[in-house]
Structures are given as structure tokens and as C-alpha cells.
């Protein structure tokens, strides 16, 4: 009896670390059979006790329907909550549990928070509002109250009819305010054929941030503005000429109290209580990995702890790190273009990287445990 009881708690033991020790890389690749439909297919790549053990399909999706955007897996940043839900850069919900799709709808995700995911539409004709999605019922709902604000920031916009933009404040029932009458040129490519979104980042309820773009897609400034004064301050300047869309993001980092603005190839850490802006070659991630921004010729390098685990081509959105691996999407690189050579997985407790074939991936998503 007691050499079964002791059998008994080792198997058990032994099952309970086979569970805590398994994670899982959730990974988009497009369905070649349903290219109509922009089909894309959802796998997790399992790995148990540091060991890969192989993938399996949890769901697919179709992309488009009705010749309109539907579950865009492949489209903008996927953000996973409670290592099950998985919400497109469109702001559709996919439960990966359950395998389905829980809201094929499409606004801008502002934060997950308990079991509710909390949206932003801006849209000409529905108009603004907040709306969010309750993970116990299932059910999305907008929120009514026009008060509700579930991030510091309040109601600006630009007037992007004609250049230079005017810069407008729209306080509670009283009439908009112009802040700017000269906010920049930016957000329009050097092709003049696209118009991308100027983001504004708010630090709290009177102060925000954004890029005054002096000309088209090449400079600008960052700017940091008061409403209760109505100042602005120029807090550094950023530029470029690579050949490559002007994308803006400013977000918060994943180090202390630095704000993250990166524009087209460049990133710069933005120190709002000190009012600095410095340029930084290297992006800092979790569990201590860290990643060179800017692509060379040889690739771009990847740290642990500050030691060179590798070098290599591929798409910052392409590297996606957890405390025990980090996974990339390889490419070779060919003139302007650039092609998938598979997917590549660093083992932390192996030390070294191995290849993972895979078909052609529309979005690298993350780990789950």
C-alpha cells in the first residue's frame, strides 16, 4: 500500500510539472486552399517540458466576407488575454478554448480589464463611443455614458481638410476650442496616396503627446501639449528617409516611466516628466530579452541578459518573447523585398535556436501558457 501511495504521488507530481511546464506559441499562417476568402488558419505550437512537441489546428477563419473585412487575424497587432482569448488588431474576439469566433465586429481596442474588453469607434456615421465586450454572457453592449473615459485623455482631434492641420479640443457641452492652428503636415505618405492615423498619447488628464510632421513623411517634431495653458513644447525631433511607409506609434514602454515613439525605422524613449526625447537602438522586452531597432545588412541582432543570442532579418511585429523562448519569423531579403524563410524558436533552457516549418505566416501572435 504505501509503495502504491508513493506511486501514485510521483505521477501525480510528475503530471502537475508536465502541465506548469507547457506553453504554447499561438501562430496565424494563411489558408492556401481559400484564397477568396482570405482564409487563415490558428495553430499553437506546443511546447512541454522545454521540448517541442508538434502543433495542432485550434480554429479557422475567413478573412473577408461579403467583399468586407471580417476576422482579420493577419491585420494590425493581436493582443491574447487570459491566455485564452485572442483579439484581432481589428477588434474581433476569438475564444481559443472554445474555438470560435465570440464578436466579428471592428473598433479599436483600448484595454482588457476583468472580464470586460473595452472599445473606442470613431466612425463618420455612427459617430464616437466607447462599447465593450462581457467575456461571462458573451455579450457586446455600447456604454451610454458620455463621462465614461476608461483612460486619461480627453475629446481632440485634428482638422485634416487642409494642410497645416488645425489642432481642436471638444470639451463637455461647451464649443470646440482650437488649440493649434498649425499641427504639422503629417499622417500623408510621400506618394500622396494614403492618409495613416497621427496617434496621440495622453499622460494624464491635461497633458498629451504627438508628431507635428514638418514635411509630408521625412521630420518632425514631438510634441507635448497643456490644455489648461494652452502650451505647446517641442520635447525633440525625429527623422527619416528610408523607403518605407511613415508609420507613427507611441505607446507606453516596457521599462520605468518611458513613453515609446517609433517612426518608420527609428525608435525614440520620450521621458515626459523630464520632458527629454532621446533616439534608441534598441528595444527592451520582456523576461530580458532585447532587440535592435533598426535592420542592418547583416540582419538584426537579439539579447538575453545582455548576451547576443543571434542575428538575423525579421519584422520587429515578428519576434515574440516569453520568460522561457522567443520566436521569429525568418526572411531573406532580396533589394526592397523580402520573403518568409520559417519560423525560428530560441530555447532558453537548450541555449540555442531551432527551425520550425510552417506555412506562410500572416501573424505571429504570442505565448500562452
Not at 472580464?115 to 456615421?125: P, R
Not at 518605407?244 to 521621458?271: A, D, H, V, W
Not at 537602438?281 to 523576461?287: I, N, Q, T
Not at 515574440?320 to 531579403?333: G, Q
Amino acid at each position: 500500500m504505501k509503495l502504491f501511495v508513493y506511486i501514485l504521488s510521483v505521477a501525480v507530481s510528475l503530471a502537475g510539472y508536465s502541465q506548469s511546464a507547457s506553453e504554447s506559441l499561438i501562430v496565424v499562417h494563411y489558408d492556401p486552399a481559400k484564397k477568396a476568402e482570405l482564409g487563415q488558419m490558428i495553430y499553437r505550437y506546443n511546447y512541454v517540458n522545454n521540448v517541442y512537441a508538434g502543433r495542432e489546428k485550434i480554429m479557422t477563419v475567413s478573412g473577408r466576407k461579403n467583399e468586407k473585412d471580417y476576422v482579420r487575424a493577419d491585420k494590425g497587432e493581436n493582443t491574447l488575454y487570459k491566455d485564452r482569448y485572442m483579439i484581432t488588431g481589428i477588434g474581433n474576439i476569438l475564444d481559443l478554448k472554445e474555438k470560435k469566433v465570440l464578436y466579428d465586429g471592428s473598433a479599436r481596442l483600448v484595454r482588457c480589464s476583468n472580464d470586460s474588453i473595452i472599445f473606442f469607434t470613431n466612425d463618420i456615421f455612427k459617430g464616437k463611443y466607447y462599447s465593450y465586450f462581457d467575456l461571462k454572457t458573451n455579450t457586446y453592449a455600447e456604454i451610454k455614458s458620455l463621462t465614461f473615459k476608461p483612460v486619461p485623455g480627453q475629446d481632440v482631434e485634428f482638422d485634416r481638410s487642409k494642410s497645416p492641420y488645425k489642432l481642436y479640443y471638444y470639451p463637455q457641452n461647451k464649443p470646440k476650442v482650437l488649440l493649434m492652428e498649425d499641427a504639422g503636415h503629417g499622417g500623408v505618405s510621400a506618394s500622396g496616396n494614403k492618409m495613416y492615423d497621427i496617434p496621440i498619447y495622453w499622460i494624464d488628464n491635461d497633458n498629451f503627446l504627438f508628431p507635428n510632421i514638418r514635411i509630408t513623411d521625412l521630420e518632425g517634431s514631438v510634441i507635448k501639449y497643456t490644455i489648461s495653458t494652452k502650451t505647446a513644447k517641442a520635447l525633440g525631433t525625429f527623422n527619416s528617409t528610408a523607403k518605407i511607409p511613415p508609420t507613427y506609434k507611441i505607446m507606453r514602454g516596457q521599462t520605468g516611466s518611458f513613453i515609446e515613439f517609433y517612426f518608420k525605422n527609428k525608435l525614440f524613449l520620450i521621458n515626459p516628466a523630464k520632458e527629454t526625447m532621446l533616439q534608441s537602438f534598441y528595444k527592451e522586452l520582456d523576461a530580458g530579452f532585447s532587440v535592435e531597432v533598426e535592420e542592418k545588412p547583416t540582419g538584426r541582432g537579439i539579447w538575453l541578459k545582455g548576451k547576443e543570442i543571434g542575428k538575423d532579418h525579421f519584422d520587429l511585429k515578428n519576434l515574440k518573447v516569453s520568460s522561457n523562448y522567443a520566436a521569429i519569423v525568418k526572411e531573406i531579403v532580396m533589394g526592397d523585398e523580402s520573403y518568409q524563410q520559417g519560423m525560428s524558436v530560441y530555447n532558453v533552457y537548450k541555449g540555442k535556436w531551432e527551425a520550425i516549418d510552417g506555412e506562410e505566416v500572416a501573424s505571429l501572435v504570442g505565448w500562452i501558457k
